[in-house]
C-alpha cells in the first residue's frame, strides 16, 4: 500500500464516518425535524454516483467510503421519512 492509498483510506474513513454521530442521534431520539430531507437525497445522488466512479476506476477507497456512507446516510433519510408519517 502506497502513501496514495493511504491518504484515499483516511479520507474515507473521515468522511464516512462523520455521519455515524447524527444517525446515533437520529436512531436514539426519533427526532429528525431539523435534518434536511432535500439535502440527504442530493448527497445520496452525489454518493451513488461517487459509487459508480469508483467502480468504474476500481479504486477500493472510494468504493468502500461511499457504500458505507450510502448506508447511513439512507438509513437517517428513511427515518426521517417514516417518521414523518407517523
Request: one cysteine or more; proline letters at 2%.
Amino acid at each position: 500500500m502506497n502513501y496514495i492509498d493511504v491518504i484515499g483510506y483516511l479520507a474515507a474513513f473521515c468522511t464516512t464516518f462523520a455521519y455515524l454521530p447524527q444517525a446515533i442521534k437520529a436512531f436514539k431520539t426519533r427526532k429528525t425535524e431539523d435534518i434536511s430531507t432535500l439535502m440527504y437525497i442530493i448527497m445520496l445522488i452525489g454518493l451513488i454516483l461517487w459509487l459508480i466512479y469508483g467502480i468504474i476506476l476500481k479504486n477500493l477507497p472510494i468504493i468502500i467510503a461511499n457504500v458505507a456512507t450510502i448506508l447511513l446516510a439512507s438509513s437517517v433519510l428513511l427515518l426521517k421519512i417514516f417518521s414523518k408519517k407517523n
